[in-house]
T-cell receptor, first 111, second 116 residues
Framework: GDSVTQMEGPVTLSEEAFLTINCTYT??????LFWYVQYPGEGLQLLLK?????DKGSNKGFEATYRKETTSFHLEKGSVQVSDSAVYFC??????????FGQGTTLQVKP | DTEVTQTPKHLVMGMTNKKSLKCEQH?????MYWYKQKAKKPPELMFV???????INESVPSRFSPECPNSSLLNLHLHALQPEDSALYLC???????????????FGPGTRLTVL
């Protein structure tokens, strides 16, 4: 079945460091891919998305490229801030109405 | 209006109580969802409504009873819950009907439920 695998956290970085959170997926067909962010005590917010191969999603300095050949959708940011501390979920939907999530990666950014 | 709202924000209930969670969206979305999220875990899908009809029930115990009175409103009725049902309950919506949607889901802030 369809699945998403994220790098295990927590990830601890200093402010202004470069961020990469790895995400790979297994799916039949052509899923849409998403990154969601969850700040402490809140719901999930859509961070970015990509709906077809080679699409690049971007938002608030975060980027991820849909790589079909490597079945990956890695999240990157050039310079993290303390306010980026949160849990990040990679997810896919194969078009059935279900969102399939990775296990989540906790990011802690220290000043 | 581009948000999903949920009430209440927090709920504490005993195992014999009956309570309801409420979710609203005014984006004209055709599908609405209930998720359960335990600490440090991803959300788990419970129910999906598409065009106000239940389209997916992920084998959820009958002590959870969903209801979709209209296209903007989704309720989750709770009865005889167990302490292990304590969790964050998230509502979401998507523009396209569930079976045809490859688009994003928009999430509400959640209801933090504690069952004593």
């Amino acid at each position: 079945g369809d699945s998403v695998t994220q790098m295990e956290g927590p990830v601890t970085l200093s402010e202004e460091a470069f961020l990469t959170i790895n995400c790979t997926y297994t799916a039949t067909g052509y899923p849409s891919l998403f990154w969601y962010v969850q700040y402490p005590g809140e719901g999930l917010q859509l961070l970015l998305k990509a709906t077809k191969a080679d699409d690049k999603g971007s938002n608030k300095g975060f980027e991820a490229t849909y790589r079909k050949e490597t079945t990956s959708f890695h999240l990157e940011k050039g310079s993290v801030q303390v306010s980026d501390s949160a849990v990040y979920f990679c997810a896919l939907t194969p078009g059935t109405g279900k969102l399939i999530f990775g296990q989540g990666t906790t990011l802690q950014v220290k000043p | 209006d581009t948000e999903v709202t949920q009430t209440p924000k927090h709920l504490v209930m005993g195992m014999t109580n009956k309570k309801s969670l409420k979710c609203e969206q005014h984006m004209g979305h055709r599908a609405m969802y209930w998720y359960k999220q335990k600490a440090k875990k991803p959300p788990e899908l419970m129910f999906v409504y598409s065009y106000e009809k239940l389209s997916i029930n992920e084998s959820v115990p009958s002590r959870f009873s969903p209801e979709c009175p209209n296209s903007s409103l989704l309720n989750l009725h709770l009865h005889a819950l167990q302490p292990e049902d304590s969790a964050l309950y998230l509502c979401a919506s998507s523009q396209d009907p569930a079976g045809a949607s490859r688009g994003e889901q928009f999430f509400g802030p959640g209801t933090r439920l504690t069952v004593l």
